[in-house]
């Protein structure tokens, strides 16, 4: 007499969610710690943003004349907007090292979510932006900056730097996977970050562009961001001119809409992109 061969319980969607949520946060640990260990990403990073700076708040920021003081209300917020953003470039950048070092074959061996993989990069990104923030708001109030929003507001905007980042973390892991080269990465996201952090409100004010270019600051996510940063951290003078978009009148919904859509689109795109590239 034969005996049947047990059947195996398929995992409930509780049990499948904690195995996505435990897998995500191992491989955020990976990454942290990859970055401890190779400590000239973080360094480099937070000099960069520190640069900038410096660059505009004592050199061009000199000839930029702005409602409330350059320094002390416009400048930080846009910088803020732009370091985000450029950190978000890790994600893309990590998943395109892991790639070419096969490290991806071996997470394929492992019994793990597959999606794990995506969502611990883009967690540990998250962790990248907090120091680079922190360096950055220590930087701002050194040359000038004041903050004068209350605490919930002021959390509120770094609750959305960090959302915002999250969300572009997930458009550069697609262009990461697509690319998977480290250096073909670097080239490709410059390409799209820097005209895209710059005509924007980051650094002058928009009503001061072109036409064309000011319709395009408008209604560029980073200029909402940014809105929405100054607005928060009450770096707004009432001198300045109302903006004639509804995206800058509503600076901080605009934002989350923007992260919604973003994740809504990106996420499913890079988890199919992960799926085709890792099965060839």
Do not use: C
Not at 227 to 256: I, K, Y
């Amino acid at each position: 007499m034969t005996t049947a061969a047990p059947v195996l319980a398929r995992p409930s969607l509780g049990e499948r969610l904690s195995m996505v949520v435990g897998d995500s946060l191992t491989i955020a640990k990976r990454n942290v710690i990859k970055i401890r260990r190779v400590p000239d990403v973080l360094i480099f990073s937070t000099l960069s943003p520190i640069m900038f700076v410096l660059l505009f708040a004592y050199v061009i920021g000199a000839a930029i004349d702005v409602p409330g003081g350059y320094r002390e209300e416009f400048l930080i917020a846009g910088i803020f907007a732009q370091t985000v953003v450029f950190g978000a470039t890790f994600t893309g950048a990590g998943l395109a090292e892991d790639m070419q070092k096969g490290i991806i074959d071996r997470f394929r061996s492992l019994p793990m979510a597959s999606s794990a993989v995506l969502a611990g990069r883009t967690i540990s990104d998250v962790a990248i932006n907090v120091v680079s923030l922190t360096v950055m708001s220590l930087t701002g109030l050194v040359v000038g900056w004041w903050i004068r929003g209350s605490l919930l507001d002021v959390v509120l905007a770094y609750v959305l730097l960090l959302l915002f980042a999250y969300a572009v973390s997930w458009i550069m892991a697609v262009v990461g996977l697509l690319v998977q080269t480290p250096e073909v990465f670097n080239n490709a996201s410059f390409m799209v970050i820097f005209p895209l952090t710059f005509i924007a409100n980051t650094f002058v004010p928009i009503d001061r562009l072109p036409t064309v270019l000011r319709v395009i600051a408008e209604w560029n996510p980073v200029s909402a961001l940014a809105q929405a940063t100054r607005e928060l951290f009450g770096n707004t003078s009432p001198l300045a001119p109302t903006p004639d978009a509804w995206s800058l009148q509503h600076p901080v919904a605009t934002s989350l809409i923007w992260v919604v859509v973003i994740l809504v689109v990106f996420v499913p795109l890079a988890l199919r992109q992960y799926k085709k590239t890792v099965s060839r």
